[in-house]
C-alpha cells in the first residue's frame, strides 16, 4: 500500500518507520529539514514542506495514497488547516490525529471521521496491563471483552493443551499460541512462532516460553492467571 504521512513527531515517524518496514510505500512529510533528514534512511521516502500551505501540498501525489495520515497533534492550528485542505482536494482516505475532545469535534465538522488519539489508546492500553498484572499484553474489545497474551503458569508446562478445557472451565478461547524460536534475538518481530488454533491439537505439548492469546471476560482471565 501507498502511504502519505504528514509529521514525523513521535506518533508520525514511528506510524511511518513501521509501515516502512512492513515493505509499504510511505512518503513522510514534515516542515522541518533536521526531522526529515534524520529519517530519509528509515522511512522509504521524506519530503519537506508545509503541508498547511495549498501551493505545497498539492505537490504531494495524494491521488496515488492509499491513505493520508495527518499525524500533527501538538499544532492544533496546523492539524485543522491540513485536514481542511486535504477535504477541499478531494482526498478520499483521510486519517486525522485528534488529541482533544474540541479537536474531534472539529474534524468530525470537517468531514474526517477516521481519527486516532494515540496517547489515549496507549494509555487505556497500559491501565488494563496494569489492573491484570502478569500479562505481557493486553487489548480491550469492549469494557469487559479482552484479548490478552498470557505467560504460562509452572503448573501447564510439558502438558499437552486442552483448548476445550480452557473453555469449559475457564471460558475463555485461544486466539493463538507464540512460542520463542529461540533462534534470533529477543524482542525481534522473528523471535517467536505463531501457532493458530487449528494447529493446536490435544498433542500439543506446551513449553516454558509459550504465550496463550486468548480472549474473554476480564474477571475470567484474571482468575485463569490466578490458577482457579
Do not use: W
Not at 502519505?4 to 513527531?9: K, S
Not at 492509499?66 to 483521510?94: E, P, Q, T
Not at 525481534?188 to 505463531?194: H, K, L, T, V
Amino acid at each position: 500500500m501507498n502511504f502519505v504521512i504528514i509529521g514525523l513527531g513521535n506518533f508520525g515517524a514511528s506510524l511511518a518507520k513501521m509501515l516502512s518496514s512492513m515493505g509499504h510505500e510511505v512518503i513522510g512529510v514534515d516542515r522541518d529539514i533536521s526531522k526529515v533528514e534524520f529519517y530519509k534512511d528509515r522511512i522509504s521516502q521524506t519530503i519537506c514542506l508545509d503541508a498547511s500551505d495549498i501551493h505545497a501540498i498539492r505537490a504531494l501525489p495524494l491521488t496515488d495514497a492509499d491513505m493520508v495520515i495527518v499525524a500533527i497533534g501538538h499544532d492544533f492550528g496546523s492539524s485543522v488547516m491540513i485536514n481542511a485542505l486535504l477535504r477541499k482536494m478531494n482526498v478520499k482516505n483521510i486519517y486525522g490525529r485528534e488529541t482533544s475532545s474540541i479537536h474531534i469535534t472539529v474534524m468530525n465538522a470537517l468531514g474526517i471521521e477516521k481519527t486516532i488519539n494515540p496517547e489515549f489508546n496507549s494509555a487505556l492500553m497500559f491501565a488494563e496491563k496494569l489492573v491484570i498484572q502478569g500479562v505481557k499484553n493486553i487489548y480491550p474489545l469492549s469494557r469487559e471483552i479482552k484479548i490478552a497474551e498470557i505467560p504460562l503458569s509452572p503448573d501447564l508446562v510439558g502438558q499437552p493443551l486442552d483448548a476445550n478445557r480452557l473453555a469449559e472451565k475457564n471460558h475463555l478461547e485461544i486466539i493463538a499460541l507464540k512460542r520463542a524460536s529461540g533462534q534470533t534475538p529477543a524482542g525481534s518481530e522473528d523471535a517467536c512462532r505463531i501457532f493458530l488454533p487449528r494447529q493446536l491439537t490435544d498433542k500439543f505439548i506446551l513449553h516454558a516460553s509459550d504465550i496463550l492469546v486468548v480472549m474473554g471476560n476480564k474477571d475470567d482471565i484474571l482468575d485463569f492467571m490466578k490458577g482457579k
